[in-house]
């Protein structure tokens, strides 16, 4: 996918990725390849880990950024939200399944379990400028969805 103009940048939906397990009696080996596993060329990896469980995680965009998002160790929700009023929600419970979130889809992360660990794959190294992280600016009107650690004014 790598650059993707605007159009394209509006037409992505975000989908389940699958990784290729391979069984051991020593352990289970989980791979993720770029072009088969994840649909960019992979940039950065990052984890969060010590995650309270009460904590609210995400509250921003990203203008060209793409992500894979695993729940490697526990489970949490994922909520995203894009400017036209689509809405999903995924739940990560097994470590083998992520999301690809595409550009311009808003983030919110919860209801983690108790050691909740999550793993993110982008296909971008940081920049705070690809963040968006205002929702007013995002959603461009009132009332714009509820996600959950948005403050209600």
């Known amino acids: 996918m790598g650059t993707l103009n ?3 940048k509006r037409g992505l939906e975000p989908f389940w990725v699958a990784l290729k397990e391979v069984e051991h009696p020593f352990g289970t080996l989980c791979v993720g390849e770029q072009g088969h ?8 990896v990052y984890f969060v880990h010590a ?5 609210v995680r995400g509250g921003h965009a990203h203008r060209e950024n793409q992500e894979v998002v695993f729940c490697v160790q526990g489970a949490c929700t994922l909520w995203l939200f ?16 992520g999301v690809f979130v595409p ?5 919110e992360l919860g209801e983690y379990s108790p050691s909740a660990m999550t793993l993110v794959v982008a ?9 968006i992280r205002e929702a007013e600016a995002f959603f461009h009107a009132q009332p714009f969805p509820d ?3 948005r403050p209600r004014g």
């Not at 995650?51 to 904590?55: F, Y």
């Not at 296909?123 to 963040?131: A, C, G, Q, V």
Request: hydrophobic share 30%.
């Open 6 to 8: 605007s159009d394209e």
């Open 37 to 44: 596993h994840f649909p960019f060329p992979v940039s950065r």
């Open 123 to 131: 296909s971008l190294p940081f920049r705070e400028s690809d963040y």
């Open 51 to 55: 995650i309270p469980e009460e904590a």
């Open 82 to 97: 894009a400017p036209d009023g689509k809405q999903h929600r995924f739940r990560l419970e097994t470590p083998t399944r």
């Open 103 to 107: 550009p311009l889809w808003w983030v």
């Open 147 to 149: 996600p959950v650690s």
